[in-house]
């Protein structure tokens, strides 16, 4: 079973989440961590190598995987519309 951590931008985002959006957030990332090769709701960013979209709704968080110290790091997170811009 894999760790994660997340950036301090994902921890603002997640706090300004309400408790419900937030428990069903946690349920799919536990989910991820059992297995994050192998979940329908994640895939691999075609122009970044090595880094992966967990879509949850109409959020996305951006996160890389480090099979080496069994760790998912999750660097960023918004909604759909904005993740991808600058």
Known sequence: M???EFT???IKFLKKQE???LKQIYIKIENLVKNPYNNPNAN???WKKWHYRLRIWNIRFLYTI???KIL???YKVDYR???YKK
Do not use: N
């Open 81 to 83: 519309g904005w993740i």
């Open 19 to 21: 408790k419900d959006t």
């Open 66 to 68: 480090d099979d080496g």
């Open 8 to 10: 301090k931008q994902v």
């Open 72 to 74: 998912i790091y999750f």
């Open 2 to 4: 894999y760790k994660y």
């Open 44 to 46: 691999v960013m075609k």
